[in-house]
């Protein structure tokens, strides 16, 4: 993987990291070279062997392996998240208020936390009332809701030690460079990391934690596949060992070359304050909670495809039509963000999204429309399923290859317009915005299974829902991405207001004020 990284050279010409591996990206004085987007790219496929098995599988381990009643694991997320409420700006002023260590301000926190995060992803999976587990527990396995708070706090654990991580990853690369194409090229290098880390959770998975129940369906006359909770806790402790050790890569490769800003006399009341009273900030982290909410729900399409569809392998082709985007369209962006601009290309390019999952709601929701295409089975036909899936992901990937390098314009503007730079701060609030946009999404949703009738226990004994919640299902998966891609494209194309145009002189001015700070001192 490391001989291929895409370095973009002045100009926008695209070449091969194993052929030009020592070219400087442009004369920029804080000029990024190999090393560093290399080891940011693998430390964020380190951040997502965890946090995809966790946002992917969680929900199916806590319903189907434990038992737990969908509007249950819905509150265990809102309870993560009112905790989120505290313990992200806490971590944020933690950080910001960190004197650097030996290795940098943000880069430490790679070495420091890695541990800690791969432990707590393994322990969310340990299935203590499985009697074929060596962490079995009559206790546990005998009282369900002393085991949904036992799970709570196993969570809450997750969730704290990944904040700790993700708030300094994300301030790094502001600390690496402050050349405005080296920022977008680290955020591509972020956007591949997470769609290789991601895409190798995601494809390997369905093969190893699925196992047959014994139970045939009726309508395919294939044997029906279940979760099985040791499998589940073996690959947690997979991911946990592959993210420890990919952090500690990346640790070792990047470079911070911008000075972090003191913030021991900044108000951090103040800038959060001056943060929400900020339009691009506001609607930037609209953008994220929305589409992040979209990534996590997303995790749904599990019951679907076994409910529904009644082949958990369509798993692997979901993720092939949802990763596949971007593997192509990695080539194209950085030049294309260049050209155009950050908030350009988004907003053009997310309608492919809106249009294309407004079509799927309508169309996999439409009784008539399912009998003209696929009268044999009376069900959606999983081919346009999966086609819809591709389409909308050429759309959204614009927006998901350019995100940080946009939160990064926004912490350029806060400091323009305020004369404050503090990236600890504005990536601690966008964090929570994110996970806020997550937690709806995974509480919502299951409120929606709760709603459609999904009964856990039968799952986790191989029995598939009945047609008129495997229909709920495919309602709930298809309105949500209508509505979330939709608005997407709305505050790209009409909201947000930092252009190309605009950003261009607030590069150099910050660049300027930067370079008399490094000479005075």
């Known amino acids: 993987m490391l001989s291929y990284f895409l370095i973009i050279e002045e100009g926008g010409d695209i070449s091969l990291a194993k052929e030009k591996k020592d070219k ?5 004085p804080n000029r990024i070279g190999f090393k560093d987007i290399a080891g940011y790219t693998i430390a964020e496929s380190g951040n997502m062997f965890n946090l995809t098995y966790i946002t992917s599988y969680l929900k199916i381990f806590m319903t189907d392996v434990i038992g737990i009643a969908p509007k249950l694991v819905g509150y265990m997320f809102i309870i993560t998240r009112l905790w989120d409420v505290v313990n992200d700006p806490l971590w944020g002023a933690v950080v910001s208020k960190r004197k650097p260590g030996k290795d940098g301000k943000y880069r ?4 420091l936390v890695a541990v800690p995060l791969g432990i707590s992803t393994v322990i969310c999976f340990i299935p203590f009332n499985d009697p074929n587990s060596i962490f079995y527990n009559q206790t546990l396995a005998e009282k369900p809701m002393l085991l ?3 799970a709570i706090v ?4 997750y969730c704290t030690m990944y904040t700790a991580m993700n708030i300094p990853f994300g301030s790094l690369a502001s600390v690496i460079t402050d050349d405005p194409k080296g920022r977008t090229i680290l955020s591509t290098a972020r956007s591949v990391g997470s ?10 998975a369905p093969m190893i934690i699925y196992v047959g129940s014994g139970r045939i369906d009726e ?3 294939k044997e029906i596949e279940v979760a099985d909770g040791n499998r589940m806790f073996m690959y947690a402790l997979l991911m946990g060992i592959f993210s420890i050790v990919t952090y500690l890569i990346g640790h070792k490769m990047v470079k911070e070359r911008v000075p972090a800003v003191d913030d021991e006399i900044v108000d951090l009341k103040g800038v959060y304050k001056g943060l929400f009273k900020s339009r691009p900030f506001v609607l930037l982290t609209l953008s994220g909670d929305i589409i992040s909410g979209q990534l996590q729900f997303g995790s749904f399409n599990t019951y679907l495809y076994k409910n529904y569809f009644t082949n958990t392998g369509l798993s692997i082709i979901g ?3 949802t990763y596949l985007p971007m593997a192509v369209l990695i080539l194209f962006t950085p030049k294309l963000s260049a050209k155009f601009g950050k908030k350009e290309l988004c907003g053009r390019m997310s309608i492919i999204s809106a249009i294309t999952s407004v079509f799927l709601f309508v169309t996999a929701n439409s009784e008539s429309f399912i009998r003209w295409i696929n009268p044999s089975q009376g069900i959606y036909p999983a081919w346009l399923y999966m086609l819809c899936l591709l389409l909308i992901g050429f759309g959204y990937t614009f927006v998901s290859l350019t995100c940080w390098a946009v939160v990064m314009d926004v912490i350029d503007y806060q400091e323009y317009i305020t004369g404050i730079r503090n990236e600890s701060a504005v990536y601690s609030a966008y964090t929570f915005g994110r996970q806020f946009g997550q937690a709806v999404a995974d509480a919502g949703g299951l409120f929606l299974l709760q709603w459609a009738k999904y009964d856990s226990l039968s799952a986790g004994n191989g029995f598939i829902a009945e047609n008129d919640t495997s229909k709920k299902i495919m309602f709930i998966c298809t309105i949500i991405p209508a509505i979330v891609y939709t608005s997407v494209w709305l505050i790209f194309q009409f909201g947000y207001p930092l252009t190309k145009e605009k950003m261009e002189p607030i590069y150099e001015a910050l660049r300027k004020k930067h370079e008399a700070e490094a000479k005075a001192e």
């Not at 400087?24 to 920029?28: A, D, F, G, L, R």
């Not at 430490?108 to 070495?111: D, E, G, T």
């Not at 769609?195 to 390997?204: P, R, T």
Request: hydrophobic share 50%.
């Open 148 to 150: 949904f708070v036992l």
């Open 219 to 221: 309508q395919t006359g």
């Open 154 to 157: 196993l969570y809450l654990i």
């Open 195 to 204: 769609g290789v880390g991601g895409a190798v959770v995601l494809l390997i």
């Open 319 to 321: 993720t092939i039509c």
């Open 108 to 111: 430490q926190y790679l070495r």
């Open 24 to 28: 400087e990206v442009n004369n920029h």
